[in-house]
């Protein structure tokens, strides 16, 4: 009940092109879900964030969708640039865990020029 | 505004060691969460701190230890050490309100010899 499930593990985009990565989770009483990016030999590095209220929220490039009934989320990065090349992670929090984000296993993207 | 900064960014252990890693958070963050980062096992929440007392625990063994100064700095301990202890120790802060975003430090890589 606890995981969040993140796929794919691996993705190769064209510069220009929409990654998609999805996370699906199981504890309806997760009620935060944040986007993390890593850059080798950095921390995760908050991106974008979405509560359950709202089915969509856009900052930038960066895109959330949210489905509450299907309890899934996806991140869209629209025109991809190679420097997003990164490792991007989903994650949980409930609102009584406000230290402890229930992550996801990653995606590496890669976006070729 | 400063990061939130981890020292070491290195360290070299044997087994059967101990290792204390520091961590300093943000300016006003009260909040300071403790994760490991392991290439089979993902990022994995170990504890947070908020106002000098532990707030939440993760599913990890006694030998994990922390704790949390006024000035809000935290440290981590890591008694008799175990090969598979290594891993990128990452530290974030926040303002320990519900939904209040982490920041991450760049982490301190730990290698048990």
């Known amino acids: 009940q606890q995981q969040v499930k993140q796929s794919p593990q691996s993705l190769i985009v064209q510069k220009g092109g929409i990654s998609i990565i999805n996370c699906a989770y199981e504890n309806t009483a997760f009620d935060y879900f944040p986007w993390y990016q890593q850059f080798p030999g950095k921390g995760p590095a908050l991106l974008i964030a979405i509560r359950p209220d709202v089915s969509e929220k856009k900052e930038g490039r960066f895109t959330i969708s949210f489905n509450k009934s299907a309890k899934q989320f996806s991140l869209h990065i629209m025109d991809s640039q190679p420097g997003d090349s990164a490792t991007y992670f989903c994650a949980a929090a409930g609102s009584s865990n406000t230290g402890k984000l229930i992550f996801g296993q990653g995606t590496t993207l890669q976006v070729k020029p | ?113």
């Open chain 2, 1 to 113: 505004k400063a990061g939130v900064t981890q020292t070491p960014r290195y360290l070299i252990k044997t087994r059967g060691q101990q290792v204390t890693l520091s961590c300093s958070p943000i300016s006003g963050h009260r909040s300071v969460s403790w994760y490991q980062q392991t290439p089979g096992q993902g990022l994995q929440f170990l504890f947070e701190y908020f106002s000098e007392t532990q707030r939440n625990k993760g599913n990890f063994p006694g030998r994990f230890s922390g704790r949390q100064f006024s000035n809000s700095r935290s440290e981590m301990n890591v008694s008799t050490l175990e090969l598979g202890d290594s891993a990128l120790y990452l530290c974030a802060s926040s303002h320990g309100t519900p939904g209040s975003p982490l920041h991450f430090g760049n982490g301190t890589r730990l290698t048990v010899t």
